[in-house]
């Protein structure tokens, strides 16, 4: 039986600025997530490095996709580990300097948490008799 | 001691030796299976023989798109049954995106003169669980056929002035890169091992250095 891997990206980036180095980018077949040591002997950027100047994160696979798809640009916080990702702005189509927020898919999902507190505190206080 | 022995007691007795060299055994052969006609030469016309008729059975299993996967030079029986074996397996499938990087140190092939040629990206890819035989690469993630290039068995792609073909050129491990002119058909050297095709994975030749480059593996 064979069987299929979704394998999520792994980002290095520089730990004193989050500027991304290499993205491994996400596979699908008969491949498995690279090691580190395999990630530095095939990418010369890593190579030329030392250990103690680069970090990664790993992410599932189709974690981020829609934020991918529409970024003009993704960085991860060194202080954090997070990802975060530049928008375009629609209003404004002239390049910009990147600004780096918390991916789009976080804050909808904190957004939609917040509506439903909020919905349940309604709730509560409406049926709650004077 | 063995031989004719004169024993003290005087007469002669004989003592047979031991062991016979093979090649004073004659055989009768009465169905006349062999040319030769002592022990030692019909053995090497049977080892001959055998390894023939390995060498048949693996071009045939390749022929039919198996593997055969040897240690040695001639492969073993238990090499060519798992090669049968393979005969009709499932293909493998493994894709995903790359970035280009710089060609780096070491070239992929030298011109008609000789000359190193340089200024060609290349795109590594690791952490496949098989080893490919036939590699598709394509700019960007849309498959536009005059964009891609195609690395595999008898399969022939354009960059530049040369053809790419891969071939089981080293059959212990790896495959390596061919280059040959479009027209001349003139090939060239590799220059260096930096294109090459492992069990886990590749690293090719592309036009750009920084590039974003989906791959396709089947094997």
């Known amino acids: 039986m064979i069987i299929i891997n979704f394998v999520g990206r792994k980002i290095y980036y520089d ?38 100047s680069y970090d990664f994160i790993e992410l599932k696979y189709g974690e981020y996709a829609q934020d991918f798809s529409t ?4 960085r991860v916080n060194a202080t954090t580990s997070a990802i975060e990702f530049s928008y375009p702005n629609p209003a404004n189509p002239v390049p910009q300097d990147p600004v780096y927020v918390k991916p789009l898919t976080d804050q909808i999902a904190e957004l939609k948490q917040e509506v439903e507190a909020l919905k349940a ?9 004077a | 001691m063995e031989g ?14 031991a062991t016979h060299p093979a090649n004073i055994i004659t055989v009768a052969d009465e169905d006349n299976h062999f040319t030769s006609t002592n022990v030692e030469e019909v053995l090497k016309e049977l080892f001959t023989s055998g390894n023939s008729g390995k060498i048949l059975i693996e071009t045939a299993v390749i022929s039919k798109g198996g593997t055969v996967s040897k240690a040695g030079t001639i492969a073993t029986f238990s090499e060519l049954d ?10 493998r499938y493994a894709s995903g995106t790359v970035n280009s990087q710089s060609q780096g140190s070491g070239y992929f092939y030298t011109n008609e003169t000789g000359t190193y040629l340089t200024g060609l990206g290349k795109v590594v890819v690791t952490g496949l669980t098989f080893q490919p035989k036939l590699i598709r690469i394509y ?21 530049g002035n040369y053809n790419y073909m891969s071939g089981m050129e080293d059959p ?9 002119h479009k027209t001349t058909g003139v090939p060239y050297n590799q220059g260096s091992n930096l294109a090459i095709v492992t069990a886990t994975g590749f690293t090719l030749p592309v036009k750009e250095s920084y590039g974003q480059y989906t791959w396709e593996v089947w094997g």
Request: hydrophobic content about 30%.
């Open chain 2, 172 to 180: 212990s491990s790896d495959l390596t890169v061919i280059v040959q």
């Open chain 2, 139 to 159: 700019k960007g993630t849309a498959v536009n056929p005059s964009s891609f290039y195609t690395w595999g068995n008898y399969q022939k792609n354009i960059i």
């Open chain 1, 71 to 74: 970024c003009n640009g993704y």
């Open chain 2, 82 to 91: 798992a090669g049968i074996q393979s005969i009709g397996a499932p293909m």
């Open chain 1, 121 to 129: 505190q309604v709730t509560t206080t409406t049926t709650t008799p």
């Open chain 1, 15 to 52: 730990k004193a600025t989050g500027n991304v180095l290499v993205d491994t980018y996400e596979r699908v077949g008969l491949v498995r997530q690279t090691t580190e040591e395999e990630d530095v002997a095939a990418f010369d950027i890593l190579k030329g490095r030392s250990v103690e």
């Open chain 2, 4 to 17: 004719w022995n004169k024993p003290s007691s005087g007469g002669s007795t004989y003592t047979h030796p």
